[in-house]
């Protein structure tokens, strides 16, 4: 039997949490505000200049939170100290646009979620700039932030697959009773880093509550072309890869395995010219390289 948090009451609340201007911002907020209502709805900015600050309040169709440093896990925990107790917070990235009916969706999950809920989460399908690459196969979409489990509601063991921030939402009482985020991981400045929402999902289960994945409330993730690039992905998977060797979230003696096969056999795909599968071996074996990397620096 799972613990229980009680059940979440009233209307949801959403968090844009954004370190960029308000322009770069202005889709992924217009397509909230048609659905949200204004005083429901934070942009919360994180280590912004004050001008910048001020050019939000202008554009933001209800509250402006300020985090004065930089990193998303402080700005996602300041949204949650903004959150009313009771109910949940929805956490949107500000490159992610909701499909229609996404909050309504929301507010149905969480109205009828048991009180052993702790997270809900839904697809981030792409958008791409153009045609993506041949080599991009499915293997590789995690690493732009891509989720899609299917039509079907599941319960996730966050052990072995998480729903992600940039579509995600959460029992506030829960996530303030494991500390919120942990500001060790998310990216922060010019840190490229990750784990802080998986992280808050496996303490959440750790309570014993459940974490869902709901199918219909989806979002939109705006693909920049900086990303679709062999080098974007190798790096994304490096840093991943070392939150989790910080994390201890996937032993050392694994990681070692698996790089000793994933980079070997990356080169034999290259000699075939199989692009897809020469681009899956590599990325793994980046993101084993970056466990390793994590795994001998430790928690910092």
Same mark, same amino acid.
């Given at each position: 039997?799972?613990?229980?948090?009680?059940?979440?009451?009233?209307?949801?609340?959403?968090?844009?949490?954004?370190?960029?201007?308000?322009?770069?911002?202005?889709?992924?907020?217009?397509?909230?505000?048609?659905?949200?209502?204004?005083?429901?709805?934070?942009?919360?900015?994180?280590?912004?200049?004050?001008?910048?600050?001020?050019?939000?309040?202008?554009?933001?169709?209800?509250?402006?939170?300020?985090?004065?440093?930089?990193?998303?896990?402080?700005?996602?925990?300041?949204?949650?100290?903004?959150?009313?107790?009771?109910?949940?917070?929805?956490?949107?990235?500000?490159?992610?646009?909701?499909?229609?009916?996404?909050?309504?969706?929301?507010?149905?999950?969480?109205?009828?979620?048991?009180?052993?809920?702790?997270?809900?989460?839904?697809?981030?399908?792409?958008?791409?700039?153009?045609?993506?690459?041949?080599?991009?196969?499915?293997?590789?979409?995690?690493? !732009?932030?891509?989720?899609?489990?299917?039509?079907?509601?599941?319960? !996730?063991?966050?052990?072995?697959?998480?729903?992600?921030?940039?579509?995600?939402?959460?029992?506030?009482?829960?996530?303030?009773?494991?500390?919120?985020?942990?500001?060790?991981?998310?990216?922060?400045?010019?840190?490229?880093?990750?784990?802080?929402?998986?992280?808050?999902?496996?303490?959440?289960?750790?309570?014993?509550?459940?974490?869902?994945?709901?199918?219909?409330?989806?979002?939109?993730?705006?693909?920049?072309?900086?990303?679709?690039?062999?080098?974007?992905?190798?790096?994304?998977?490096?840093?991943?890869?070392?939150?989790?060797?910080?994390?201890?979230?996937?032993?050392?003696?694994?990681?070692?395995?698996?790089?000793?096969?994933?980079?070997?056999?990356?080169?034999?795909?290259?000699?075939?010219?199989?692009?897809?599968?020469?681009?899956?071996?590599?990325?793994?074996?980046?993101?084993?390289?970056?466990?390793?990397?994590?795994?001998?620096?430790?928690?910092?």
């Amino acid at each position: 039997m799972g613990a229980r948090v009680g059940s979440v009451a009233g209307t949801p609340v959403v968090a844009v949490c954004t370190n960029r201007t308000p322009p770069e911002a202005a889709e992924a907020l217009a397509a909230l505000a048609r659905e949200v209502p204004a005083d429901r709805l934070a942009v919360v900015t994180s280590g912004l200049s004050g001008d910048l600050v001020e050019g939000h309040r202008r554009a933001a169709p209800g509250p402006v939170v300020v985090e004065e440093r930089p990193g998303l896990s402080l700005a996602r925990n300041r949204a949650l100290e903004w959150a009313p107790g009771g109910g949940a917070i929805a956490y949107v990235d500000d490159d992610a646009v909701i499909a229609p009916g996404w909050w309504a969706a929301l507010q149905r999950h969480w109205a009828s979620a048991a009180g052993d809920v702790g997270a809900i989460g839904g697809p981030i399908r792409p958008r791409w700039p153009d045609s993506p690459p041949a080599w991009i196969s499915p293997p590789l979409m995690p690493a !732009l932030t891509l989720l899609d489990l299917g039509e079907s509601e599941r319960e !996730l063991d966050p052990r072995e697959t998480t729903v992600y921030g940039a579509n995600i939402s959460f029992a506030v009482d829960a996530l303030r009773r494991i500390g919120g985020f942990d500001p060790a991981f998310g990216h922060s400045g010019s840190r490229v880093f990750f784990s802080e929402e998986d992280e808050a999902q496996r303490k959440l289960a750790e309570l014993g509550l459940r974490i869902l994945y709901v199918p219909d409330m989806a979002v939109e993730h705006v693909i920049p072309a900086s990303r679709i690039t062999r080098r974007s992905f190798a790096r994304r998977r490096f840093a991943y890869g070392q939150s989790l060797g910080i994390r201890r979230a996937r032993p050392l003696g694994v990681a070692l395995r698996q790089l000793g096969t994933s980079g070997p056999g990356a080169l034999v795909a290259l000699a075939r010219r199989d692009e897809p599968l020469y681009m899956e071996r590599a990325v793994r074996a980046a993101e084993n390289a970056g466990v390793v990397a994590g795994s001998l620096r430790g928690r910092r």
